[in-house]
């Protein structure tokens, strides 16, 4: 049942997005992404909405996405911009790539939905380098604990059955310093540009770095 919902989220996501893009999310983006360079990997690409915001800078990006219909408009993406996008099939819980490979980790609007955040978390942690970053955009939930409450209830009844497994009330701030990452990059701003229940959420933009000491 799950499999088959995040099926049919795959199907109306992609428009949805665009929807948002001209709403200021498409700025958010550029933003995020234009002081990155290297080897970069996105993790829950999506459609491929942010491979026209990466920099030239970015010498090699691969992407995970485990929906095959996201993936397909992925790799569609990348073909019409005419850019090298490496689109692989797999989850944050279990990366398809190398330890100790990307200079960058990009997730947007994802941490919200995988299964593990925390496993999600470590494996992340495990393919970048050194002194590498965390670089993301996700909405999180309330730091008011009554806010707090209704979002799990709100979730656990209807938001995340309805769209593809999102969490409104995930402390993914908390999960990413557990992880053991630096995370002073990371600020918490509401972005209202985005639908009710997300407009009232928090959201944290920037980037966390894991440690050059292991
Ligand atoms: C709300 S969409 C965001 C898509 C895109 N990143 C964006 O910024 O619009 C959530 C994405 O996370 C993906 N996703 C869900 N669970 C995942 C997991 N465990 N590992 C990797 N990606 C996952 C979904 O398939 C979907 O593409």
Not at 4 to 17: C, K, S, T
Not at 122 to 131: D, F, H, Q, T, Y
Not at 145 to 172: I, L, M, N, P, Y
Not at 190 to 195: E, I, K, M
Request: aromatic content about 8%; hydrophobic content about 45%; some cysteine.
């Amino acid at each position: 049942m799950a499999r088959r919902r995040r099926r049919l989220f795959a199907r109306w996501y992609p428009g949805f997005a665009a929807s948002l893009e001209p709403r200021g999310l498409g700025a958010y983006r550029t933003r995020l992404l234009a002081p990155l360079s290297g080897r970069v990997l996105e993790v829950g690409c999506g459609h491929g909405v942010n491979f026209p915001h990466y920099p030239e800078a970015v010498t090699e990006l691969v992407a995970v996405e485990p929906e095959a219909h996201l993936r397909d408009l992925a790799r569609e993406q990348a073909a019409a911009l005419d850019r090298d996008v490496t689109v692989l099939d797999g989850r944050a819980e279990a990366l398809p790539v190398e330890s100790g490979s990307f200079d960058s980790v990009v997730t947007t609007l994802v941490l919200c939905s995988v299964g593990d955040l925390d496993r999600a978390l470590a494996e992340i942690r495990r393919v970048l380098k050194p002194g590498g970053a965390l670089v993301c955009l996700e909405h999180v939930a309330s730091a008011n604990r009554a806010v707090r409450a209704g979002e799990h209830a709100f979730d656990a009844v209807f938001w995340s059955h309805a769209f593809g497994g999102c969490h409104t009330g995930r402390d993914t701030g908390a999960a990413i310093a557990r992880a053991g990452f630096e995370a002073k990059g990371l600020k918490a701003k509401r972005y209202p540009g985005l639908p009710f229940p997300l407009s009232v959420s928090p959201h944290l933009i920037g980037s966390a770095h894991k440690p050059v000491q292991l």
